[in-house]
Protein backbone atom coordinates (compact mmCIF):
# COMPACT_ATOMS: atom_id res chain seq x y z
CA UNK A 1 0.00 0.00 0.00
CA UNK A 2 1.20 3.49 -0.44
CA UNK A 3 2.33 5.62 1.87
CA UNK A 4 0.31 9.22 3.29
CA UNK A 5 -0.02 11.87 1.25
CA UNK A 6 2.45 14.57 1.83
CA UNK A 7 1.95 18.20 2.95
CA UNK A 8 -1.73 17.82 4.03
CA UNK A 9 -3.50 17.36 7.62
CA UNK A 10 -4.10 13.78 8.71
CA UNK A 11 -6.52 12.49 10.74
CA UNK A 12 -4.55 8.85 11.22
CA UNK A 13 -7.13 6.93 13.39
CA UNK A 14 -9.25 7.50 10.37
CA UNK A 15 -6.71 6.10 7.91
CA UNK A 16 -6.39 2.47 8.96
CA UNK A 17 -9.47 0.14 9.78
CA UNK A 18 -10.23 -2.56 12.17
CA UNK A 19 -11.00 -6.00 10.63
CA UNK A 20 -12.76 -8.60 12.66
CA UNK A 21 -10.04 -11.28 14.28
CA UNK A 22 -6.83 -9.23 12.46
CA UNK A 23 -3.69 -7.02 12.96
CA UNK A 24 -4.12 -4.27 9.60
CA UNK A 25 -1.35 -2.00 9.25
CA UNK A 26 -0.57 1.09 6.65
CA UNK A 27 2.90 2.90 6.50
CA UNK A 28 2.41 6.43 6.80
CA UNK A 29 6.20 7.12 5.72
CA UNK A 30 9.13 5.25 5.00
CA UNK A 31 12.82 6.71 4.81
CA UNK A 32 16.24 4.95 5.19
CA UNK A 33 16.27 6.43 8.30
CA UNK A 34 13.06 5.02 10.30
CA UNK A 35 9.33 4.55 9.20
CA UNK A 36 6.17 5.19 10.81
CA UNK A 37 3.16 3.13 10.63
CA UNK A 38 -0.38 2.85 11.79
CA UNK A 39 -1.45 -0.31 13.17
CA UNK A 40 -5.48 -1.25 13.75
CA UNK A 41 -5.77 -4.47 15.98
CA UNK A 42 -8.95 -6.06 16.66
CA UNK A 43 -10.18 -6.97 20.54
CA UNK A 44 -7.71 -9.67 21.86
CA UNK A 45 -5.16 -9.94 18.97
CA UNK A 46 -2.06 -9.43 19.49
CA UNK A 47 2.10 -9.59 18.49
CA UNK A 48 4.04 -12.08 19.55
CA UNK A 49 7.29 -11.49 21.69
CA UNK A 50 9.62 -10.56 19.29
CA UNK A 51 13.12 -8.10 19.48
CA UNK A 52 13.86 -5.17 16.96
CA UNK A 53 17.60 -3.50 16.17
CA UNK A 54 16.04 -0.30 17.06
CA UNK A 55 13.91 1.72 19.86
CA UNK A 56 10.13 2.27 18.93
CA UNK A 57 7.72 4.61 19.88
CA UNK A 58 4.22 3.19 20.13
CA UNK A 59 1.40 5.93 20.50
CA UNK A 60 -1.90 4.03 21.39
CA UNK A 61 -4.60 6.58 19.13
CA UNK A 62 -7.75 4.82 20.74
CA UNK A 63 -8.89 1.60 22.73
CA UNK A 64 -6.28 -0.05 25.18
CA UNK A 65 -3.56 -2.35 24.88
CA UNK A 66 -1.06 -4.21 26.93
CA UNK A 67 2.23 -4.14 26.47
CA UNK A 68 5.19 -6.31 27.62
CA UNK A 69 8.70 -5.52 27.39
CA UNK A 70 11.51 -7.32 29.01
CA UNK A 71 8.11 -9.59 30.70
CA UNK A 72 7.23 -6.33 32.84
CA UNK A 73 3.45 -5.03 31.29
CA UNK A 74 1.90 -2.08 30.78
CA UNK A 75 -1.23 -1.07 30.35
CA UNK A 76 -1.77 1.54 27.79
CA UNK A 77 -5.02 4.01 26.23
CA UNK A 78 -5.39 6.57 24.11
CA UNK A 79 -3.26 9.21 24.53
CA UNK A 80 -0.76 7.31 26.49
CA UNK A 81 2.83 6.14 24.52
CA UNK A 82 5.88 3.86 25.22
CA UNK A 83 9.07 3.53 23.71
CA UNK A 84 10.71 -0.12 24.07
CA UNK A 85 13.81 -0.31 23.49
CA UNK A 86 16.14 -1.62 21.07
CA UNK A 87 17.19 -5.65 21.60
CA UNK A 88 14.83 -6.12 24.67
CA UNK A 89 11.76 -8.79 23.90
CA UNK A 90 8.43 -7.53 23.71
CA UNK A 91 4.70 -8.37 22.96
CA UNK A 92 1.44 -6.55 22.42
CA UNK A 93 -2.36 -7.70 22.87
CA UNK A 94 -5.43 -5.74 22.66
CA UNK A 95 -7.31 -5.40 25.87
CA UNK A 96 -10.06 -4.12 23.48
CA UNK A 97 -9.95 -3.25 19.74
CA UNK A 98 -6.93 -0.31 19.59
CA UNK A 99 -5.43 1.79 17.25
CA UNK A 100 -1.57 2.87 17.50
CA UNK A 101 1.27 4.58 15.38
CA UNK A 102 4.00 2.74 15.51
CA UNK A 103 7.59 5.05 14.74
CA UNK A 104 10.86 3.36 14.37
CA UNK A 105 14.29 5.08 14.05
CA UNK A 106 17.24 3.38 12.88
CA UNK A 107 19.74 4.99 14.55
Known amino acids: MSTAPKSQSLRLAEL ?3 QESSVVSRQITKAESGNVTLFAFDAGQGLSEHTAPYDALVHVLEGEVEVSISGQP ?4 AGDAIIMPAHEPHALKAVQKFKMLLTMIRA
Not at 74 to 77: I, K, P, Q
Request: charged share 15%.
Open 16 to 18: VNY
Open 74 to 77: FRLN
